[in-house]
């Protein structure tokens, strides 16, 4: 994790995202003074946009999504797995890739969140802010955390596929917006491959909408095997 942390690529997506969610505040709806919670009303607002829905596939690749093609490329690979094991590498690469494309949202969102409280919340009325209303606004800045870190994932397998850095940054922009046109112009009524969805939350997922984090996870661990698979074979190459 120290080398994610040392990532230009992760603190500069995240401070481009920061900016996203800044310019989309909706202050137009502001009218002070404001009614209590309603900090955590704006922040999640200007998460639950069309603009964080496309910077996804854009910002959470580009922490640790094309490590692999870099590392292979430059030679740093081959002395990279004379100090641990192939498998121990694959351990490393998975969690990395996947936390570099959360991180890159939650840090911002973090931020943001602490940002709303700091200048919004002294404006409301004063009263009670349930903790139901906090884990409403938080659930959906940890779905698009999680999208980021799938996304993310994507990005590694397709770069160790092809060993490409266009294919490790193009083809989960593409995925991302196929399922996209899928759902908008073909089949309506699939929701469950429908990104905007997974940040919404708004159709059938069950009791208290646990289906959607049984969703996430299973995909986010769906995506890691295939990564490790896909990279375990392709360090049998290395020499």
Known sequence: MKELFKEKGLWTASLFCLAA?????PLDNM???LETGSFLIFFSASLDTKTILFLI?????LPMGATYVREFSSGFLKLYLVRISRMEYVKRKIIEIYAGGFLVFFLSGIVWFC????????????GNITWNMVCKALSLL???SLIGGITAELSGIFGTLFQNYYMSYGLPFVSFYMLII?????LKELYALYPAEWIKCEQDWGA????IWIFLGVFSAILMLLH???LYARLQEVS
């Open 21 to 25: 969610m800044a310019a989309n505040l």
């Open 31 to 33: 009218k002070l003074p």
């Open 57 to 61: 596939p854009a910002a959470s690749v």
């Open 115 to 126: 940002l709303c409280f700091l200048f919004l919340y002294p404006l409301e009325f004063t």
């Open 142 to 144: 940890l779905r698009i």
């Open 182 to 186: 899928l759902k908008e112009r073909f």
């Open 208 to 211: 208290d909408k646990i289906g």
């Open 228 to 230: 490790g698979l896909v």
